[in-house]
C-alpha cells in the first residue's frame, strides 16, 4: 500500500505540531507538505520533525498544488475553520480539524457542506479521544455496566493555551504575560476563551457516551476576568430526558493534567442507573462503582489497540477502507457537541436557560 500524504495547513493551533509528528511516526503515512501564512510559526516542526525546506510554503494553493495530499490537517483558530475548510475541501480527499468543531453551528454546516459537495472526508480530532481510560469508560457503559447512562459530568482545562507549545513544551510565566494579548486565544472575533475551546471535549465525548442523545434545554455561565476579551472559566448545566448533566471548562488551573491532576480532577464521571464510572485524563485505571459492588473498584484500562491509537492511525485506516467514521470525530457526533456549545454560549451571554439550538 503507498503511504497516505498529509499536508499541515495554518499553525494557528499548537497541536499542529503533535499531529505532524503522528504523521512523520507513521509507517503507512507521508508528510509531504506544510504551510502557513507566517513562516515563523512552522520552525520549530521544521527543527524538530527534519522537514525539507522544499516541502515548506506560505500559500496553501501552491502546497495543495505540489504536494498533490490525500489528507489535510486543518490548526486555524476557531473562528476560521469554516474558511479554510472551504479553501481547502476542493484539493484533498480527506480533511483532519483540530478541535473544536467550530466557532459556531453555521460555521460548523458550512464545513459540512464545502466537504460534501467536494465528497472530501470531514474529520474533527478531539485529543481526549484517544486516552486510554475515556474509550475504557465507554466500552464499560456500551456493556451496561453501570445500567442506563443518565449524567455525565466533566471538568476540564489547564493553566492557560499559552503555557505550553507543541508536545507539551513549557512556556514561561515572561513568555505568556507578553504573548497574551497578541494571541487569538484571548480574542472572542477568532473563537476564543475556555468555552469554545474545552467545551466541546465535554459534550461532544459527552454525546458519545449518550450514543448521540440530545439534551433539551442549556444553561451556562461564564467568568471573564477584568480586561480580558474571553472567559477563562464556564459552567454548562444540560437537562436530558433521563436527567442532568453538566460541563465546566477552566483555565487557571494550578497544574496540568498531563503533569499532575488539578483539583478538581480533569476527565469524566459518568453516572448510570445502576453505578458509576470515573475516568481521569491521561490516568492507566478507571473507577468503578455499582449497586451490586458500592466499594468503588479500580480497574486498569483497556489498552488502545490499532487503528484506534491516536488520529492519524485512524485517518489513514478510513481512508484505506471506506468505513465511516465513528465517534466524536465523525461529524454527525460532533455537531451534537457544536449544538450543546452554541446553545451554551448564547445562554451565558443572555442569562437565561435555552432550549437547545438546531441553527
Known amino acids: 500500500m503507498a503511504p497516505i500524504r498529509f499536508v499541515g495547513i495554518n499553525f494557528d493551533h499548537m497541536h499542529m505540531g503533535d499531529n505532524l509528528r503522528m504523521v512523520v511516526e507513521n509507517p503507512n503515512s507521508q508528510l509531504v507538505g506544510i504551510c502557513d501564512l507566517q513562516p515563523e510559526r512552522m520552525e520549530e516542526s521544521i ?33 476560521e475553520h469554516g474558511d479554510w475548510v472551504e479553501r481547502v475541501a476542493p ?20 464545513m459540512v457542506a464545502a466537504c460534501r459537495k467536494h465528497n472530501t472526508l470531514l474529520a474533527i480530532n478531539w485529543p481526549l479521544v484517544w486516552v486510554a481510560s475515556h474509550q475504557t469508560a465507554k466500552t464499560y457503559v456500551d456493556q451496561g455496566r453501570i445500567g442506563t447512562l443518565k449524567e455525565v459530568h466533566y471538568y476540564n482545562g489547564n493553566r492557560g493555551p499559552l503555557w505550553h507549545t507543541a508536545e507539551k513544551i513549557e512556556r514561561t510565566a515572561e513568555w505568556v504575560a507578553k504573548e497574551k494579548p497578541h494571541s487569538w486565544f484571548y480574542s472572542a472575533q477568532r473563537g476564543g476563551g475556555s ?59 494550578f497544574t496540568d493534567p498531563w503533569i499532575a491532576q488539578p483539583q478538581p480532577k480533569c476527565g469524566f464521571v459518568l453516572v448510570g442507573s445502576e453505578g458509576t464510572i470515573s475516568s481521569y485524563d491521561y490516568e492507566n485505571k478507571v473507577t468503578i462503582q455499582t449497586a451490586r459492588e458500592p466499594v468503588a473498584r479500580d480497574l486498569p484500562v483497556i489498552p488502545l489497540t490499532a487503528p484506534y491509537r491516536n488520529p492519524i492511525e485512524y485517518m489513514v485506516h478510513t ?31 443572555l442569562k437565561r436557560t435555552l432550549p437547545l439550538l438546531d441553527s
Do not use: M
Request: proline content about 6%; aromatic content about 8%.
Open 47 to 79: 527543527a524538530r520533525l527534519n522537514i525539507p525546506r522544499e516541502q515548506v510554503f506560505t500559500s496553501p494553493e501552491k502546497c495543495l498544488e505540489t504536494a498533490k495530499a490525500d489528507i489535510a490537517i486543518l490548526c486555524p483558530a476557531s473562528a
Open 91 to 110: 484539493h484533498v480527499r480527506a480533511i483532519l480539524v483540530e478541535k473544536p468543531f467550530a466557532a459556531s453551528l453555521a460555521e460548523a454546516d458550512r
Open 195 to 253: 468555552l469554545l475551546d474545552y467545551l466541546g471535549y465535554g459534550t461532544t465525548l459527552g454525546t458519545w457516551y449518550f450514543n448521540g442523545l440530545k439534551p433539551l434545554e442549556v444553561t451556562s455561565t461564564i467568568d471573564a476576568p477584568h480586561g480580558l476579551d474571553v472567559d477563562e472559566h464556564s459552567i454548562t448545566v444540560a437537562r436530558y430526558s433521563v436527567g442532568l448533566s453538566k460541563f465546566e471548562t477552566r483555565w487557571g488551573t
Open 319 to 349: 481512508l484505506c477502507t471506506g468505513e465511516p467514521l465513528q465517534g466524536p470525530l465523525s461529524p454527525e457526533i460532533s455537531r451534537i457537541g457544536q449544538q450543546i456549545v452554541d446553545t451554551a454560549f448564547q445562554s451565558a451571554q
